[in-house]
């Protein structure tokens, strides 16, 4: 089992930045995706961002320009950094990994989120 820790969420004005983290409870040393995910209330959980293993890195619409994605070689995990945060912002946002062990088993792992609230 693998546990997948969000951080990094909060409360913010419009316009500010934000820096999320997702650290998995232990190493994961192989992948195929890594993906941020949001879900406001009463609207469908839609993808940020995602980062596949071959460095692809794609997001919405809704944050083209205002989000970066990257995994930094220093410790393990995922973060994504979001800028001029907007009000349609808030959700709680969802790390997710994708990808396939040594064994060839296929492997889907969620955080249980951290919430991003933008309002001023």
């Known amino acids: 089992q693998v546990q997948l820790d969000e951080s990094g969420g909060g409360l913010v004005q419009p316009g500010e930045s934000l820096r999320l983290s997702c650290v998995p409870s232990r190493t994961i040393l192989s992948f195929s995706t890594w993906g941020w995910y949001r879900q406001a209330p009463g609207k469908q959980r839609e993808l940020v961002a995602a980062l596949t293993s071959a460095g692809t890195k794609n997001y919405a619409d809704s944050v083209q320009g205002r989000c970066t994605i990257s995994r930094k070689n220093v410790e393990s995990g995922v973060a994504l950094q979001l800028n001029n945060l907007k009000p349609e912002d808030t959700a709680v946002y969802y790390c997710?990994?994708?990808?396939?062990?040594?064994?060839?088993?296929?492997?889907?792992?969620w955080g249980q989120g951290t919430q991003v609230t933008v309002s001023s």
């Open positions: 997710n990994i994708r990808g396939w062990t040594a064994t060839g088993e296929k492997y889907d792992y």
